[in-house]
T-cell receptor, first 113, second 117 residues
């Protein structure tokens, strides 16, 4: 079993829809939770970062972490075609190092006009 | 260009050949990471440096792989006697680390796509 599980999709939604992306994990030592966006043939770029449990909002993006359930989510409101990409969840622990990241497999998202 | 730069962008090699990739991090960043990403998967951690010191290597990094960061600036990743299973995107990332737990996010380069035929 992988440390981080993420449904690879693909997920196809119409423009303007609310998108929900999720990951589950097994390692209770994870404290840092990130969401990266990766366009085709590009490197990942950090979208959202959350430390421990709670919610964080940035524009159209909201990240949620539920450590008790070992479950994290990313919500995208008013989705746009430019949001079409692969979304990767990633996690790390204090002892392992902030940027020694364990990634999920990524969810491919397509937002169609 | 102030981002992380990786060269070459693409490399096709025959099985058994040696290949070397280069990563130039963001200039003020003292940590440099290597990840490998296969098709349909997320990146997997391989190794990282703080300045010129290699602090950790993943079990994924077999004896055929070696990474260096000789002057604490650019880094190279060499794969000897390549195998078809080495075909992947090799990603480099850099960050600035001050002291635990204070470290900036890792900025990724665009990767080197390796195809072993």
């Amino acid at each position: 079993q992988k440390e981080v599980e993420q449904d690879p999709g693909p997920l196809s939604v119409p423009e303007g829809a609310i998108v929900s992306l999720n990951c589950t994990y097994s390692n209770s030592a994870f404290q840092y939770f990130m969401w990266y966006r990766q366009y085709s043939r590009k490197g990942p770029e950090l979208l959202m970062y959350t430390y421990s449990s709670g919610n964080k909002e940035d524009g159209r993006f909201t990240a949620q972490v539920d450590k008790s359930s070992k479950y994290i989510s990313l919500f995208i409101r008013d989705s746009q075609p430019s949001d079409s990409a692969t979304y990767l969840c990633a996690m790390s622990s204090f002892s392992g190092g902030y940027n020694k990241l364990i990634f999920g497999a990524g969810t491919r998202l397509a937002v169609h006009p | 260009d102030t981002g992380v730069s990786q060269n070459p962008r693409h490399k096709i090699t025959k099985r058994g050949q040696n290949v070397t990739f280069r990563c130039d991090p963001i200039s003020e960043h003292n940590r440099l990471y290597w990840y490998r990403q296969t098709l349909g998967q997320g990146p997997e951690f391989l190794t990282y440096f703080q300045n010129e010191a290699q602090l950790e290597k993943s079990r994924l990094l077999s004896d055929r792989f070696s990474a260096e960061r000789p002057k604490g600036s650019f880094s190279t990743l060499e794969i000897q006697r390549t195998e078809q299973g080495d075909s992947a995107m090799y990603l480099c990332a850099s960050s600035f680390y001050l002291a635990a737990p204070w470290e900036t996010e890792a900025f990724f380069g665009q990767g080197t796509r390796l195809t072993v035929v």
